[in-house]
C-alpha cells in the first residue's frame, strides 16, 4: 500500500499545471460554499433574533381570546391590568423584563398626504424596547405621561416630508371601533435596523396609546426578554393560567423557522450541484492521466500489479487531490466567513421589501462559522470525487498487458 501511495504522489507531480488547475478548482467550489452556508446560517440566525428582538420577544403572554393577526381593540380581547401582570412575569428568575404593549392601527394625514401606519403604545425605558430606545438618531424620547409626544421611524418621517417637532393627525380605531383623531407632535426619529418595521411603525407612551383607543389601561401583550432563549418553554409553563395564552418564540416564528429549514435544504441541493460539477474537473483529469499512461498501465500489469491495485492507485491520487483542495478550500472560505462576520452584507433598503408585518430583516447580514457545514461540504466533496473516480479507475483497471503495451 505504501508503494501505491508513492506512485500516486508521484504521478500528480508529473503534471503541475494540470494538478494545480484541479485544485484550483476544488478550493475554490469548497471555498465558495463555505462562505455560502455561512452567509446562510448568519441570515437564517440574524433574522430570528431580529425578529424576536423587535417583534415577538422570547415569551408573549396574551388574552386567550386574542388574535394578532386581527389586531383587535375590544376590552374581551385584550389584557386586564396588564401592568400587574407583567409584573408577576418579571418576579421569574429567567426573565430579564417584561413590559406591556398595545398593538393598533391608524392612518397618519399630512396635508393631502395620508398613509397606513401601525401604532404601538409600549414602555420605552423597557429593556424590551432597547432597540428603539437605542436607536433614536435625532430629537429625544417621549416622556411616559406626554401626552402629544411620538416616536417616528426616519424612513416613515423621510417618506413624508416632516421631522422633529413638526405635527401631524392620526386616525386610529377604538375599543368601541368608533375611529377617533388627535393631532400629535414628532418628539424623535427612530432607526432600529429594520427598515420594514421603521417605515410603518409609529410609537407613543402605552398610556396614551391606551388613551386615543380608550382601551382603559388593557394592553394587547406583554413581551418578555430572558437571560437565556433556551429557558422560554420553562417560562411559558409557569405562566400557563386560565384565560390567558402563553407562546414562546418557537411557536410565535414557527412559518419563519419552518422556511429556514426549507431554505437549508435547498442551500444542501446546492453543495451537491456544485462539488458534483468540480468532480467533473477531478475525473476528467484522471481519465486524461489514465490515457497518457497506458503504456504505463501494461508494465505494472506485466509486473504483476494487480487490477485491484491498479484501481487504488488512481483512488488515492483522487483522494489526495480532493482532500488538499478541501482543506485548502476550508481555509479560504473560513476567512471570507470571518471577514463578513464582522464587517456583513449590508442590504439597506432592500431589507424593507423582505419585511412584513410578522417579520423583520436588518439592513445587514452577517456571516456564521457554521462547522456543520463545513463538515458536510468536506464529507460530500470527499464522497462524490471518490464516487466519479470509480470509472477511470476501473477503465484503468480493466486493460489488457499486452494491449497497453502495444498502445505506443
Not at 417618506?159 to 375611529?179: C, H, K, N, R, Y
Not at 420553562?234 to 390567558?244: E, R
Amino acid at each position: 500500500m505504501a508503494g501505491l501511495w508513492r506512485i500516486a504522489i508521484r504521478d500528480i507531480g508529473r503534471n503541475k499545471r494540470r494538478s494545480g488547475a484541479t485544485l484550483v478548482a476544488m478550493l475554490l467550489g469548497v471555498g465558495l460554499l463555505v462562505v455560502t452556508g455561512g452567509i446562510m446560517q448568519g441570515s437564517y440566525a440574524g433574522m430570528i433574533d431580529d425578529n424576536v428582538r423587535v417583534q415577538t420577544s422570547h415569551v408573549q403572554v396574551r388574552d386567550e381570546d386574542y388574535e394578532r393577526s386581527e389586531g383587535s381593540l375590544k376590552w374581551e380581547d385584550l389584557l386586564d391590568d396588564a401592568d400587574a401582570v407583567a409584573a408577576g412575569v418579571r418576579e421569574l428568575p429567567q426573565v430579564q423584563d417584561a413590559t406591556p404593549i398595545l398593538w393598533a392601527s391608524g392612518v397618519v394625514g399630512l396635508g393631502e398626504q395620508s398613509v397606513n401606519v401601525a401604532v404601538n403604545g409600549m414602555d420605552l425605558s423597557s429593556d424590551v424596547n432597547a432597540p428603539f430606545r437605542d436607536g433614536v438618531v435625532a430629537g429625544q424620547l417621549p416622556e411616559p405621561d406626554d401626552r402629544e409626544g411620538v416616536l417616528m421611524g426616519r424612513r416613515l418621517a423621510d417618506s413624508l416630508g416632516i421631522g422633529v417637532g413638526d405635527t401631524f393627525s392620526l386616525l386610529a380605531p377604538t375599543s368601541g371601533m368608533q375611529p377617533d383623531e388627535a393631532v400629535f407632535t414628532i418628539r424623535g426619529l427612530y432607526d432600529s435596523g429594520f427598515p420594514g418595521y421603521d417605515l410603518n411603525t409609529i410609537l407613543m407612551p402605552l398610556a396614551k396609546a391606551q388613551s386615543v383607543t380608550r382601551t382603559d389601561g388593557r394592553a394587547s401583550a406583554i413581551l418578555t426578554l430572558l437571560y437565556d432563549r433556551e429557558q422560554a418553554g420553562a417560562v411559558a409553563a409557569a405562566l400557563q393560567s386560565p384565560g390567558l395564552k402563553v407562546e414562546t418564540w418557537q411557536e410565535l416564528n414557527e412559518f419563519m423557522l419552518e422556511t429556514t429549514e426549507i431554505g437549508r435544504q435547498f442551500t444542501y441541493m446546492l453543495y451537491v450541484i456544485v462539488l458534483a460539477i468540480v468532480a467533473v474537473v477531478i475525473v476528467n483529469t484522471l481519465l486524461m492521466t489514465v490515457f497518457e499512461r497506458t503504456r504505463e498501465m501494461g508494465i505494472l500489469a506485466s509486473f504483476g500489479m494487480k487490477a485491484r491495485e491498479i484501481r487504488a492507485m488512481f483512488l488515492i491520487e483522487a483522494g489526495i487531490l480532493a482532500l488538499v483542495g478541501i482543506v485548502l478550500g476550508i481555509l479560504l472560505g473560513s476567512l471570507g466567513v470571518e471577514y463578513l462576520s464582522r464587517v456583513g452584507i449590508h442590504m439597506g433598503d432592500t431589507a424593507a421589501f423582505a419585511s412584513s408585518s410578522q417579520m423583520s430583516v436588518g439592513e445587514v447580514i452577517y456571516a456564521a462559522h457554521s462547522v456543520q457545514d463545513v463538515i458536510i461540504v468536506s464529507v460530500t466533496a470527499l464522497v462524490i470525487t471518490l464516487l466519479g473516480s470509480l470509472y477511470p479507475a476501473w477503465y484503468a483497471s480493466r486493460m489488457e498487458p499486452i494491449e497497453a503495451l502495444r498502445a505506443l
